[in-house]
């Protein structure tokens, strides 16, 4: 099962920021927080990883609290080929290869 | 770099029939993975490869599934006596072990059982 609890939709206006919160509160230590997206009919799309920093690259920021049991992907500019099921995933480096998808968030970017 | 490749990318089969798909993966890329994803769902993890190596299997590899990666490169994954209930997208994906845990994904291949 996942270990991880996200919103089945949400929408946002195009331009604006796009904050995906997830639930994960029975993080382990060395569980690592990895966000994919998976757009229509395509395969999922890695997006970020963290461990507990905060993490910013070309696509999106991870933040993630300090209890680690919650995080926020965030979408700065949002655009509607950002429209997408976008999934929260804990896994520890190490350990399983294998990615626990849970249901993810529809994120539905409108004009 | 050109991605993970998947052939083919669409399939349609009758019931009790067999089918193979087959997953080229990036190239140096030593670990390849096997999903399943049926619809409204996220994808379910099937099995893992790691050079030639079947490391890790899912209970969801019934023993009508089989997957082979023969020399480390390209996989194929066979469904014998296909039923209704295999309709699903088949997603390949593949990482190097560099990758921090990224996986990249293919485009999938969506088998349809009549």
Known sequence: ?111 | DTGVSQDPRHKITKRGQNVTFRCDPISEHNRLYWYRQTLGQGPEFLTYFQNEAQLEKSRLLSDRFSAERPKGSFSTLEIQRTEQGDSAMYLCASSHRSSGGKQYFGPGTRLTVL
């Not at chain 1, 604006?16 to 382990?28: E, F, G, K, Q, V």
């Not at chain 1, 997006?47 to 991870?62: D, P, W």
């Not at chain 1, 933040?63 to 995933?89: F, G, M, N, Q, W």
């Open chain 1, 1 to 111: 099962d996942a270990k991880t609890t996200q919103p089945p939709s949400m929408d946002c206006a195009e331009g604006r920021a796009a904050n995906l919160p997830c639930n994960h509160s029975t993080i382990s230590g060395n569980e690592y927080v990895y966000w994919y997206r998976q757009i229509h009919s395509q395969g999922p799309q890695y997006i970020i990883h963290g461990l507990k920093n905060n993490e910013t690259n070309e696509m999106a920021s991870l933040i993630i609290t300090e209890d680690r049991k919650s995080s926020t992907l965030i979408l700065p500019h949002a655009t509607l080929r950002d429209t997408a099921v976008y999934y929260c995933i804990v896994r520890a480096q190490g350990g399983s290869e294998k990615l626990v998808f849970g249901k993810g968030t529809k994120l539905t970017v409108n004009p």
